[in-house]
């Protein structure tokens, strides 16, 4: 009866180790959505539980670069999956200003405007990859997270003639390990931000001046700023805010030189 006892006990005991360990497998698992504090001009820190991006080689702002440098630099990415009029304002302001971008695209962007994707090549931005359809990749075995990676580098490359940068952003950053060890197993490099406010929802656009604000007092050095170029908001204070930056002592650099 006693051996019977400590057997049941050992089962028990070893059934709850078991639960507890693929509970706390999971919860290292779980998918989450990047986010990143404001810290003012002071360079945001990455939280305990986004730490893990950085063992698999993604970024999030230049580490090269420090809050007391001399020389100071922003980088502009853009998040792209159609035109309303407003990315070709924003491209516009960029030509004007002679400053570097980076698009992420979605494949309907491409299919649909592929002058206006032509146009960002040649005039010295990068394109990169934002996913086909913006798929929550979260969701996606290996396999079907690379057919869709591919599938919008070979619409890029037959709509475009050329290749598409090896430069990867999870779709509205949700992310776990797991895909974040597959997009860099897939030779891809993952850029999240350091810098990026609500601009996305062209129904409820932030006030000009408000955008700005949040903007221009939360920049930082090296930050990799995100904005949508579909913004209404956007397109109208590009301009000041490039003017504002280089007040500051800022330049823009490529997304490229740190990828």
């Not at 539980?49 to 990415?77: C, H, P, Q, W």
């Not at 304002?89 to 960029?94: C, N, S």
């Amino acid at each position: 009866m006693m051996k019977k006892r400590a057997l049941t006990l050992i089962v028990v005991v070893l059934f709850l180790f078991s639960a507890l360990l693929l509970s706390a497998q999971a919860y290292e698992g779980r998918p989450q959505s990047f986010y990143i504090k404001k810290n003012g001009h002071q360079r945001p820190i990455l939280p305990d539980d986004e730490k893990m991006i950085e063992e698999y080689g993604a970024i999030f702002i230049d580490e090269n670069r420090s809050d007391v440098d001399e020389k100071k630099v922003l980088y502009l990415t853009f998040d792209a999956g159609y035109e309303n009029g407003n990315v070709e304002k924003i491209l516009d302001v960029l030509k004007a200003e002679n400053v570097p971008g980076a698009f992420f695209l979605l494949g309907h962007i491409i299919r649909k405007n592929t002058d206006l994707v032509k146009r960002m090549s040649a005039e010295g931005h990068i394109v990169c990859n934002h996913t086909e359809n913006h798929a929550d990749m979260t969701r996606c075995t290996k396999d079907e997270m690379k057919n869709n990676l591919e599938a919008l580098e070979r619409v890029y490359t037959e709509r475009t003639g050329e290749q598409m940068e090896k430069i990867f952003r999870f779709p509205e950053g949700r992310y776990d390990e797991a895909h974040l060890a597959y997009a860099r197993d897939l030779g891809y490099k993952t850029v999240f931000w350091s810098l990026a406010y609500a601009d996305w929802d062209n129904d409820r656009q932030m006030d000009c001046e408000k955008a700005k604000r949040i903007l221009l007092n939360n920049t930082h050095n090296g930050a990799i700023i995100l904005l949508h170029p579909t913004s209404s908001t956007n397109a109208k204070i590009l301009p000041e805010l490039i003017k504002e930056w280089r007040s500051m002592g800022y330049s823009f650099g490529s997304l490229s030189d740190i990828c």
